[in-house]
């Protein structure tokens, strides 16, 4: 039987990685601007097509639970452009997880290991296993 697993994927912090991270960040802050400024736009437009005070209100709501929201991607996109700041070139940063078929059959000892998988600078360095410290503890 085949099962499938989740590996951990760690990019090596390195100089032109951590280039590449503050221009993603650069990238997804225009983007946030872009978006925030549309929709006062579109506020703009359907506060001026509407008559009641009532109307008014709920599309004032309406759009301004949006650009809260985006102004808390842009306070998140703030504050993980701080901590690339501070760590230090060789940290191992958490890119994401991918699927790994494994193959198990009765009698096998269930994987206790997690897989890892490392990249610096868009190359696989290491593929590791590594033990589990919590011992399945939650």
């Given at each position: ?79 993980q452009r701080s901590q690339l ?23 096998d000892a269930w994987p206790q ?26």
């Amino acid at each position: 039987m085949r099962i499938i697993k989740k590996v951990t994927v760690k990019h090596v912090l390195t100089e032109s990685f951590k280039v590449k991270m503050i221009e993603d960040f650069n990238e997804e802050e225009r983007r946030l601007e872009r978006e925030t400024e549309q929709l006062r736009f579109q506020m703009q437009k359907q506060l001026k097509s509407v008559d009641t005070s009532r109307q008014k209100t709920d599309v004032k709501n309406r759009f301004g639970k949006e650009l809260e929201r985006r102004k808390e991607q842009m306070k998140q996109v703030t504050f993980q452009r701080s901590q690339l700041d501070q760590l230090p070139e060789g940290s191992k940063i958490t890119a994401g997880y991918v699927d790994a078929v494994e193959e198990i059959k009765v009698g096998d000892a269930w994987p206790q290991e997690e897989q890892e998988i490392i990249v610096k600078d868009g190359i696989i360095i290491s593929i590791s296993n590594r033990t589990d410290d919590n011992n399945g503890m939650v």
